[in-house]
């Protein structure tokens, strides 16, 4: 049975920009179709610890971004799907050895993971980077929650207010502007495939 990701219900309906309409989209579909290289089955991958189906991270993204707008949910979902390589990794394991002290569904810095979890209330002292990271991920919630957390934390009120709208510019700045890197053409397919999934026009 599929997750049902209802934009004007289970998002509260927030429209970030005149005349978009009311409509229902699966969320396990619209994962799927967002990050083409998700999974049908962990258990074999050599992250599996890491690794989520879209119907196992589904609920947990549904509940992260309750209250958004079309626009909030399909870039925050496209950075997910870049950062995380559509839903298999938690950890940066790349140019191995990697920084096993980055991490979580949207690649934080090690300086913005011990952020989140001192605000998430975390026994974090006297924790080495690796260690706090492995804390935080060890609850799926958090784990994506965190994409979430790093917007209404880190981004401007004018991205944030871009980013509501759901355009080309918005996701533009949200990428340049909050979360400080470039717009490389791996994100703008993301962000292509978000827009498709969501109905917006950019």
């Excluded at 690794?51 to 549904?62: F, G, K, S």
């Excluded at 996701?171 to 490389?184: P, W």
Aim: glycine share 8%; hydrophobic share 40%.
């Amino acid at each position: 049975m599929h997750t049902q990701l209802v934009l004007f219900a289970l998002f509260t309906g927030l429209a970030g920009a005149a005349g978009l309409e009311s409509k229902s989209i699966y969320a396990v579909e619209a994962l799927k179709s967002i990050m083409p290289g998700a999974l049908a089955d962990c258990s074999q991958f050599e992250f599996s610890q890491e690794c989520r189906t879209p119907e196992e991270a589904a609920p947990h993204l549904i509940n992260s971004l309750k209250g958004r707008t079309t626009g909030e949910i399909a870039m925050i979902l496209s950075l997910i799907g870049v950062e995380s390589g559509d839903l298999k990794f938690r950890i940066n394991h790349f140019p191995s050895p990697g920084h096993p002290d980055q991490g979580t569904a949207n690649m934080m810095s090690s300086m913005y993971v011990s952020e989140y979890a001192k605000d998430l209330n975390l026994p974090i002292d006297g924790k080495s980077g690796p260690e706090i990271l492995q804390l935080v991920i060890a609850d799926d919630f958090r784990n994506f929650d965190s994409a979430r957390w790093f917007v209404d934390k880190h981004c401007s009120d004018e991205v944030k207010a871009k980013m509501k709208m759901g355009t080309n510019e918005g996701y533009n700045d949200y990428i340049t502007k909050c979360v400080g890197t470039t717009m490389a053409d791996d994100r703008q397919q993301y962000w292509d495939r978000a827009k498709e999934a969501f109905g917006l026009s950019g």
